[in-house]
């Protein structure tokens, strides 16, 4: 563990912006300065939350983004999970003093964080417990640290709704993953979204909310993949190879989560099968090629 004073050359700049920025940051592993999106969401989220943190972090870790959390259950335990199973960057802010990790059946996971070449950090001194208004503190980091913060899941007296208002007075993109309607738990994203906030539909939908000039640090594909450059994909081909990267979709599902009407989407389809991007399946549906990444 080592003090990194406000000033020094491995200070976040981003954090530069906070009024009451930790000076000293306690910083354990390697806090580099790639680009980061923070990942936030309820300690108990519902399977399909866990689904979708860990498709989010793992394909956003796959691009080169460092992903943010706070080590705490449910949510952010898989959102670092995801990215370190990726061979990605995850970066964990605490509540406490890096000698107090919370929960402590995250140490483990805290471990590996720095192991795996990313950090786990925190404004407070060892030996600082785990007090409820330290995670506020902590939240104020998260989303500072970040370009994006994504609400995965949470109720409307949450965490992540907090971590979601600092960011937008940070100026910073807030994206909401848009949720079953019936579930308590899409009350925070689905409130988002309705104030205007953009839909977490996928990596493509995070990284588009990335400031023009962000760099990237993508990780290298294996030689059972070939790349198809994200960048050179229409924004509706993107958003259908979010879709199918881990179902297979009719027409008709397609066009209901996509918002593009039928004749529309069938000639995008079309061209895309063109491209070799897309393979039509058994019962009139449709997946994504498996060497295809984006």
Avoid at 3 to 19: M, R
Avoid at 141 to 154: D, K, N
Avoid at 169 to 186: F, I, K, N, T
Avoid at 187 to 199: H, T, V
Wanted: glycine fraction near 10%.
């Amino acid at each position: 563990m080592r003090a990194v004073v406000l000033g020094e050359p491995e200070y976040p700049e981003l954090l530069k912006v906070l009024s009451d920025a930790p000076d000293p940051l306690y910083v354990a592993g390697r806090l580099d300065n790639r680009p980061a999106v923070a990942l936030v969401g309820s300690r108990q989220p519902t399977p399909y939350g866990v689904r979708m943190a860990r498709h989010l972090s793992g394909e956003l870790a796959r691009a080169g983004l460092a992903i943010v959390s706070g080590l705490a259950r449910g949510i952010d335990t898989q959102s670092h999970q995801a990215a370190l199973d990726a061979g990605g960057i995850t970066w964990a802010v605490l509540g406490s003093g890096l000698d107090r990790v919370y929960p402590a059946e995250n140490e483990a996971l805290a471990r590996r964080i720095v192991e795996k070449g990313g950090c786990v950090m925190s404004e407070f001194p060892s030996g600082a417990p785990p007090l409820p208004d330290h995670f506020p503190r902590r939240n104020r980091i998260i989303a500072a640290l970040s370009w994006v913060t994504v609400v995965v899941e949470g109720r409307l007296r949450s965490g992540s709704l907090i971590t979601a208002r600092l960011a937008a007075e940070l100026g910073r993109e807030v994206l909401a993953v848009p949720g079953p309607v019936d579930s308590a738990l899409s009350e925070a994203p689905n409130l988002l979204l309705s104030q205007g906030a953009g839909a977490a539909v996928g990596a493509s939908a995070v990284i588009g909310a990335l400031p023009p000039g962000v760099e990237l640090y993508a990780r290298g594909l294996s030689d059972d993949f070939v790349e198809a450059p994200a960048a050179r994909l229409p924004m509706e081909q993107l958003k259908i190879l979010e879709c199918l990267s881990t179902e297979t979709l009719s027409l008709e599902q397609l066009g209901h989560r996509l918002g593009i009407d039928l004749p529309s989407l069938a000639y995008i389809l079309f061209n895309m099968e063109l491209q070799d991007l897309i393979v039509p399946v058994p019962g009139q549906r449709y997946a994504k090629k498996t060497f295809i990444r984006c």
